[in-house]
């Protein structure tokens, strides 16, 4: 009964194909249910392109606005404020956001003052620590948690500190700059966050 | 490397290469399994895929009366690839039945539910019911305007029960109508309790089977026959290890139910409106009922029933204890048919035509629960007949016949009418 | 015994397959014979719905910016030819028209047509739109053969034109519809408009329905291969089994 060849290298072959075909099913048909978990129709609609007026923005002053459910502060940034910019460098982790945070804005923003005009910072207000929101302290006063204090931003989760361009100081538990999102001015008092300016990839 | 870690697994677990070799290896089947046999395994798959789908579903679906319907519609929509992971639900959830009516069937032919498979079979009985109130309970989670009153008319039927009936219709819905708390609480059951249940089932099913073995389509208990086979001289000769062949052997099984199941998911998801209901594409509306409200397809055969037992005494609850009796009288039959032989190929004639007339009263039946009988009876006796007349004469003898066949099974195996065919020793054909 | 089983089971199954009328019970209907992968088709049905529809049905699960994608509109041609309510591209059909000014005028709340396809038919929607006729007993001045004593008034009489009903014998039945005063189209025109409008609905009703079709190929082609595969095995080692 037992006698028969078994013609093994059929039967291996067969194996392998069978079980390669049959895997290849496995991973397409695990393909639609992680897809699913990318953010929705609904979700992107959300998130779509906000577009904010800057009439009302004093200088000094900062706004937030929401954009993929994320704060986006914008600021109008003082000529105090902007001059004090410069004299950070040596504080900061990544002053000329080439290093660490070369990835945390849009090319067009990669300057000293992060921004596409110097006067408006559009950034997102999430610590790249833990993902706090930092508070908003413009004022150039000696702070209880720096002396020196030039303006900027101030953690209050972990006590991390940026200055007025988002860039992060040295010596706190932040790595690199806050990120700037993609926007653009649709005229000279309007911006668009979520879309890069024509031109820009 | 590999058997490095067999090794330090082994050693850890003891109990788990054993177990393997137990329901695998050395689970010796008999060799002549045929068409019918692969059902089961078929029903794992469909299992399997319901739990797969239903899990990433509910990640999207928000069980609340105002929230249901629309995030259907999202899930249809909005969300990637949510379409294909409903689809897949949906169509599982009718080929479920479709493989377990099968693979019951299969058990009835073959005697599978004799001695000493008693308790498989009243597992699975336990397992057919518990999917039907899954099954029911997933039905009413889209809130449409069928899952609505779907739900209204089920939960009714306990209504009929004398004394307690109103009151446990409230109880059931949480509210005096199928409401926010309803839907909250079949989608708990839907999602936790009854897949956890069924799941608890489908491993002693599965357990009670392997400590008898299986059955196959001559009959013959293969366990209590010569032994040796070219595995193993003191394992049965007419059995071979379940791996490799069976699950090979299912492996084709499962490849051409696939290619069914992906037909109708790609191409007819709502299969002309008897998977999905085009009423079910209405929201619910408490004040508007469908135009013809009846249960979704594999309940049909079972409400019928409901339909065709008249009120009496005042009360409808004979023709719910007739639809729960159609059922309870099947977790008897082990111990209604207690003919010795049990494959239909070596039965009495009187067995093969009981049968035949059973799976006729079973299909009429349907035909009747799905109203299709309203459609066929005009074009095959006239346009001008008496629908409900005829629709309850040929319901009401459909009934009767769908009971008579155990009555007579029982006659026929405990008075000793039957005169069967000589057993075989062995098992006659494979492939 | 068992092939014969096997027989009556699959004949049975044909039979529930081939009286398959699942709709509910009415008239037989003549078929819409719209094709959802006439894109050109969906086109003008889209113009159609956005030009005499929105005003007052919505299409609350349909987002301006999935008809686009899936009808190949660019989102210029969306939000000036089709958007005239000043949603934003990616937000959902919402019309216009408040709740209680349409149940002040219509007696009812204009239903949603996101499923109407759905829930209807193709073949009911193209019948009702091809049903309406004069009824001066209507306080609406129209009906529906269709749908007796519907609440729309018919809103593309300009382009069919008006039809009027001719009675049965018993006065009461409504026998056919005639065409008394014509419209800006042919009826050979209606009938291809009303056949795109509801082609266009059809598709709102599951725009999944683009997709599923075109991957339901492949996956059925890559099944019977791996079907194939796993046969050869089995017979394989099956050749063990004597």
């Known amino acids: 009964m037992a006698n028969e060849v078994v013609d093994h290298g059929r039967r291996r072959f067969l194996t392998a194909t069978t079980a390669v075909v049959g895997g290849v099913g496995v991973v397409a048909a695990a393909v639609p249910f992680i897809k699913s978990w990318e953010p929705s129709a609904r979700a992107k609609a959300a998130g779509a392109p906000v577009t904010q007026s800057l009439k009302k923005v004093e200088s000094g002053q900062q706004l937030i606005v929401a954009w993929r459910s994320l704060p986006v502060f914008i600021v109008n940034r003082t000529p105090a404020q902007l001059a004090a910019l410069p004299k950070q460098d040596p504080r900061l982790v990544d002053p000329k956001s080439n290093g660490s945070s070369a990835d945390q804005q849009p090319k067009y923003a990669q300057n000293e003052t992060r921004s596409i005009k110097p006067e408006w910072l559009v950034m997102i207000g999430i610590c790249t620590h833990l993902g706090c929101v930092p508070n908003y302290v413009g004022e150039m006063k000696p702070e209880p948690f720096d002396p020196d204090w030039q303006g900027g931003y101030y953690c209050p989760c972990h006590h991390s500190r940026y200055d007025m361009a988002g860039r992060v100081y040295q010596g706190v538990p932040a790595p690199k700059n806050m990120q700037i999102p993609p926007y653009h001015y649709v005229d000279d008092t309007t911006v668009q966050i979520g879309v890069d300016p024509k031109g820009a990839a | 490397m590999a058997n490095a870690f067999v090794r330090w697994f082994d050693e850890r677990a003891p109990g788990m290469a054993p177990m393997y070799r137990k329901h695998m290896t050395e689970y010796y089947a008999p060799k002549n399994f045929n068409l019918w046999y692969y059902f089961g395994s078929l029903a794992i798959l469909v299992l399997v895929n319901q739990i797969v789908t239903g899990i990433f579903l509910t990640m999207n679906y928000d069980p609340s009366a105002a929230g249901a319907f629309d995030s259907v519609q999202y899930i249809m929509r909005d969300v990637e690839w949510g379409w294909l992971i409903r689809y897949m639900h949906t169509t599982g959830a009718s080929l479920f039945f479709v493989v377990v009516f099968l693979h019951m069937f299969r058990g009835i032919m073959y005697g599978s539910f004799k001695k000493p498979r008693e308790l498989v079979w009243v597992l699975g009985m336990l397992i057919f019911l518990v999917l039907m109130a899954e099954a029911f309970m997933g039905y009413v989670l889209p809130w449409g305007n069928m899952s609505f009153w779907g739900a209204k008319v089920i939960v009714s039927l306990f209504g009929t029960i004398p004394v307690i009936g109103g009151h446990l219709v409230e109880w059931i819905m949480g509210d005096f109508l199928p409401a926010d708390s309803t839907l909250n609480r079949f989608f708990a059951l839907h999602v936790i309790a009854l897949p956890l249940v069924l799941l608890l089932l489908v491993v002693l099913h599965l357990a009670a089977l392997h400590e008898v073995g299986s059955n196959n389509p001559d009959g013959v208990d293969v366990k209590h026959g010569p032994k040796g086979n070219r595995w193993d001289a003191l394992k049965p000769a007419d059995g071979i290890p379940f791996h490799p062949y069976y699950t090979l052997k299912d492996l084709v099984g499962v490849g051409v139910f696939l290619i069914v199941a992906a037909f109708i998911i790609f191409f007819a998801p709502t299969f002309g409106g008897w998977f999905l209901e085009h009423d079910n594409s209405i929201a619910a509306n408490n004040l508007l009922t469908p135009a013809q409200i009846k ?68 299909l009429s039946l349907m035909l009747i629960g799905t109203d299709l009988t309203d459609v066929l009876f005009p074009k095959l006796f006239g346009a001008d007949i008496d629908l409900t007349t005829w629709d309850n004469v040929f319901g009401r003898i459909m009934t009767l016949a769908y009971f008579g066949f155990f009555v007579f099974l029982w006659l026929y195996t405990h008075l000793g009418w039957e005169k069967t065919k000589p057993v075989p020793e062995r098992v006659t054909t494979h492939d | ?207 999944a329905a683009l997709q599923r079709r075109h991957y339901g190929v492949w996956v059925i082609l890559f099944l019977a291969l791996f079907t194939f595969l796993a046969y050869l095995l089995k017979k394989e080692y099956w050749k063990d089994v004597h």
């Open chain 3, 1 to 207: 015994m068992t092939k014969r089983l096997i027989s009556t089971l699959l004949l049975s199954l044909g039979l529930l397959l081939g009286s398959a009328s699942a709709w509910a019970e009415g008239p037989e209907l003549p078929a819409a014979g719209n094709n959802l992968r006439d894109q050109a088709s969906l086109q003008r049905g889209a113009h159609l719905f956005f030009n005499y529809c929105v005003g007052c049905h919505s299409l609350k699960y349909m987002r301006y910016s999935r008809i686009a994608q899936d009808l190949n509109l660019s989102e210029k041609d969306v939000m000036q030819n089709l958007n005239f309510t000043g949603a934003k591209f990616d937000d959902p059909v919402i019309s216009h028209m408040p709740a209680e000014l349409a149940t002040k005028a219509f007696g009812k709340d204009p239903p949603d047509l996101s499923l109407e396809v759905s829930a209807k038919g193709a073949d009911w929607v193209y019948a009702y739109l091809n049903s309406f006729y004069l009824d001066p007993k209507s306080p609406i001045g129209w009906n529906n053969t269709i749908l007796p004593n519907a609440a729309m008034p018919f809103p593309l009489w300009e382009l069919q034109g008006e039809q009027t009903a001719v009675m049965g014998k018993d006065g009461h039945a409504v026998e056919k519809l005639e065409l008394s005063h014509p419209g800006t189209m042919t009826p050979a025109q209606y009938q291809q408009a009303t056949r795109d409008l509801v082609n266009f609905l059809d598709y709102v009703s599951e725009p």
């Open chain 2, 295 to 362: 249960p979704v397809w594999y309940f049909t055969a079972f409400y019928a029933i409901v339909r065709m037992v008249p009120s009496f005494a005042g009360t409808a609850v004979w023709g719910v204890i007739a639809m729960f009796g159609s059922i309870a009288v099947l977790f008897a039959l082990p111990w209604i048919d207690v003919g010795p032989v049990k494959s239909i190929r070596y039965r009495g004639t009187g067995y093969k035509v009981g049968l035949t007339v059973f799976v006729i009263a079973f």
